[in-house]
């Protein structure tokens, strides 16, 4: 076993030379850094020319070379000439790599005019999109061909875990949607009240709130706070699953990942999404008529009588016909960013932020999309 590391003072011709022994390894680094500290410090710099005899190291690794490298660039920043001589050759190509480290700093990265760092990320963000579409693509694929499977093979689908799933995105999620949609029906009744006053057409303030609640607002609402109460959690499971590699467990034991987790979650999402839906215009709608009966004057019978006569089927279906699209973009996006997780916790958090804004950013453009569509179309 070798020996603790020694440095010792021998005087030979005039010049001073230190004699090391022992092993010089980062286990005896705390005798290391105490040989090298201390009185050996102001001896080296009170002495001309100086050898460090290394003929006696027995053990040297990575932290002893690179400790004996440091000492002579100290030597040769105070002007001292410090040479380390004689190591043994099994040592020498370890102390070689070690004397070429850290010779010269790295230059400064080089500055970009402001025009060319605008265009550089202009191109970065297309390519980004570029990339994304690509993955909400592969997705997309990928659940189609684990949906095609499954309705080949019905036994094959989770039905436990759709239903699991659809309690937790579709009945746990009726209160909150519920208050906020009475909440967002009311105030736009109430805005509609208070500027067709003025003109005295307060009986339009039903129709806006109707049609409004239908065809857009009551959908568009429900699908950004599904994205953000479930299209975040999807996310967080996925990826705390891809972190502990869950997932690759499961593709080691022959499973489809898509079919054991992200298929269940997406006809859960598709199924609870537009009853969410219908939901949260029927408490908008009631928002409306409370507002219109304590703001506008308006009896519930009139504003009833008045509702039926401003809307119809059409602006019901719309609403309807749009949000299973939407929630399907929900989850292909929540599972894209939750499979694109890597081994931190900082890129759980990015990547959940990010699958909340896509998601949201893909719905309001879906609903533009199929406002132009029904519009084209008649409806």
């Given at each position: 076993?070798?020996?603790a590391?020694?440095l010792?003072?021998?005087?030979?011709?005039g010049?001073?030379?230190?004699?090391a022994?022992?092993?010089?390894t980062?286990?005896?680094?705390?005798?290391?850094?105490q040989?090298?500290?201390?009185?050996?410090?102001?001896t080296?710099?009170?002495?001309?020319?100086?050898?460090?005899?290394?003929?006696?190291i027995?053990?040297?690794?990575?932290?002893?070379?690179?400790?004996?490298?440091?000492?002579?660039?100290?030597?040769?920043?105070?002007?001292a000439?410090?040479?380390?001589?004689?190591?043994?050759?099994?040592f020498?190509?370890?102390?070689?790599?070690?004397?070429?480290?850290?010779?010269?700093?790295?230059?400064?990265?080089?500055?970009?005019?402001?025009?060319?760092?605008?265009?550089?990320?202009?191109?970065?963000?297309?390519?980004?999109?570029?990339?994304?579409f690509?993955?909400?693509?592969?997705?997309?694929?990928?659940i189609?061909a684990?949906?095609?499977?499954?309705?080949?093979?019905p036994?094959k689908?989770?039905?436990?875990?759709?239903v699991?799933?659809l309690?937790?995105?579709?009945?746990?999620?009726?209160p909150?949607?519920l208050?906020?949609?009475?909440?967002?029906g009311?105030?736009?009744?109430q805005?509609?009240?208070?500027?067709?006053r003025?003109?005295?057409?307060?009986?339009?303030?039903?129709?806006m709130?109707?049609?409004?609640?239908l065809?857009?607002?009551?959908?568009?609402i429900?699908?950004?706070m599904?994205a953000?109460?479930?299209?975040?959690?999807?996310?967080?499971?996925l990826?705390?699953?891809?972190m502990?590699?869950?997932?690759?467990?499961?593709?080691?034991?022959?499973?489809?990942?898509?079919e054991v987790?992200?298929?269940?979650r997406i006809?859960?999402?598709?199924?609870?999404?537009?009853?969410l839906?219908?939901?949260?215009?029927?408490?908008?709608?009631?928002?409306?008529g409370?507002?219109?009966?304590?703001?506008?004057?308006?009896?519930?019978?009139?504003?009833?009588?008045r509702?039926?006569?401003?809307?119809?089927l059409?602006?019901?279906?719309?609403?309807?016909i749009?949000?299973p699209f939407?929630?399907?973009a929900?989850?292909?996006?929540?599972a894209?960013?939750?499979?694109?997780?890597g081994?931190?916790?900082?890129?759980?958090g990015?990547r959940?932020?990010?699958?909340?804004?896509?998601?949201?950013?893909?719905?309001?453009?879906?609903?533009?999309?199929f406002?132009?569509?029904?519009?084209?179309?008649g409806?």
């Open positions: 076993m070798n020996g590391p020694k010792a003072r021998v005087e030979a011709g010049r001073m030379r230190l004699a022994t022992g092993a010089w980062g286990a005896f680094n705390r005798e290391i850094e040989l090298l500290a201390g009185p050996l410090a102001s080296l710099a009170g002495s001309g020319a100086t050898v460090i005899d290394a003929s006696g027995a053990a040297l690794d990575t932290f002893g070379a690179w400790r004996l490298e440091r000492l002579v660039r100290q030597q040769a920043r105070s002007g000439n410090l040479a380390v001589e004689g190591l043994p050759q099994r020498a190509a370890l102390a070689a790599n070690i004397a070429l480290t850290n010779q010269t700093s790295a230059p400064p990265p080089p500055r970009a005019p402001g025009l060319l760092c605008a265009i550089s990320d202009v191109g970065q963000a297309v390519a980004g999109i570029g990339s994304d690509v993955s909400f693509t592969n997705m997309l694929g990928a189609g684990a949906a095609g499977r499954m309705l080949l093979q036994s689908f989770r039905l436990t875990s759709a699991h799933q309690d937790r995105v579709g009945l746990q999620a009726v909150i949607i208050l906020i949609t009475l909440l967002i009311g105030i736009i009744a805005q509609g009240f208070f500027h067709f003025r003109f005295g057409a307060e009986l339009y303030a039903v129709d709130t109707g049609i409004l609640v065809r857009e607002i009551g959908v568009l429900v699908a950004i599904v953000g109460r479930s299209g975040s959690s999807y996310t967080a499971e990826g705390s699953m891809k502990r590699e869950e997932i690759d467990a499961l593709s080691t034991m022959g499973f489809d990942p898509v987790l992200i298929l269940p006809v859960a999402l598709v199924l609870a999404l537009p009853i839906a219908f939901l949260g215009a029927m408490a908008a709608l009631v928002g409306g409370l507002m219109a009966s304590a703001y506008g004057g308006m009896s519930p019978a009139a504003f009833i009588v509702l039926r006569e401003a809307i119809s059409t602006h019901f279906e719309v609403g309807m749009k949000a939407m929630a399907l929900i989850g292909v996006v929540a894209m960013e939750g499979l694109k997780v081994g931190s916790a900082e890129s759980l990015l959940t932020t990010a699958s909340v804004v896509k998601s949201i950013f893909l719905v309001i453009v879906l609903d533009g999309l406002a132009i569509f029904f519009a084209s179309i409806m």
